[in-house]
């Protein structure tokens, strides 16, 4: 048979067989940081052709064990299941999983070490879970602490009270945050962590826990934050004690949500670390690589994205590329894979780049 025409047809065969992902989320449908990972994830199906399914957990974790076990049990099974460790439920999916026999992607929350005892690491224990994909949650939230305590120091001489905000007490996401600022910390002793607060993600929340503690410590400038709705809850408590964000008090998030990015212009936010939201979409770009036997194994099976600082220095670009969220213009297909040893390129940079050499569909 001819070369070409050989590589053709396993090309249309590849792209002929039916290549469909479903998704579970642990979220609620309307909550910002998960509509943001949807948003993106259907951006990437479609430039892939990938036949991507979303199921909403609405931030019940059972649900979600339940949802993941409905989907394994079908009769017409997805090509893959992707799931999340909220809460700590990963092992259940993935035993689930295991036992109808569906490919399996873990997202955004690992297994911690504790689950790792049990469940072990991709391909070793469970064949079926092919691999991982995480942002460094501990570097982001050592970068929202480094951006906080530079700015801090640069305008107050002497001691410095600070306050974490941080999500909850299980999630891995959660708890490497709060190692990345306990560890930032220590290269600041001038800076006192007076307390580290749960407020469960939540704008509400945050803002009347910080409307007691900024009383409880008068002295307060830095409030460090694990995401960007604790963040303006911050920003509004500390307003209504008299605060001024950004010019005696400084505030971090993590997220990279419109609302957040419209303060750092203000200058009322400091910084927003993020892009993890984006995970979902790259997730699918890996799958297809995998898909189409380009398996990432031989770069690693469990892929680690680092998140992105956006400040005053970068978020109007930020803005002027993507203000819109219109994550169509992006060419997905530039972030596969070409050769075995290629590594991933899961950046802000490569994304800028991405986006100017795509510029019929940006205009």
Known sequence: ?????????????????EFRVTFVNPGKQGEIFWDQVCDFMKAAAEDLDIDLEILYSERDHLRMIELAAEVCK?????????IVNEKQAAGKMLQHAKKYNVKTFLLLNILTKEQKKVHSTPRKKYSHWIG??????????????????????????GKIDAIGV?????????????????RLMKRY??????????????????????????RRYPKTKIIWTANDPMALGAIQAAKEQGLKPGRNIFVGGLNWSKEALEKIVTGDLITSV?????????????????????DFAKIGLQQLVYMGTIDRSNVKKYLFYFGDQNWNKINFRKFLRKKPQQKYQFTIQKL???????KDKFE
């Open 189 to 214: 002793p001038q800076i006192k962590l007076k307390q580290v607060i749960h407020s469960h993600w939540q704008q509400r929340k945050a803002y009347r826990q910080l409307k007691g503690l900024l």
């Open 1 to 17: 048979m001819n070369k070409v025409l050989f590589i053709f047809l396993l090309f249309v065969s590849v792209y002929s067989e």
């Open 74 to 82: 079908r009769q017409n099974k997805p090509s893959y299941l992707i």
């Open 352 to 358: 800028f780049k991405v986006v100017r050499e795509n």
């Open 274 to 294: 993020g892009g993890h939201f984006m995970a979902g979409g790259w997730a699918l770009v890996m799958l297809r690589d995998y898909h189409e036997g380009r």
């Open 132 to 157: 991982s994909l995480r942002p460094d949650n501990e570097k982001a939230g050592f970068d929202i602490a480094k951006s906080l305590c530079v700015r801090a120091t640069k305008i107050i001489d």
């Open 166 to 182: 941080a999500g909850d007490y299980v999630t891995p996401a959660s708890m490497r945050r709060i190692l990345g600022l306990k």
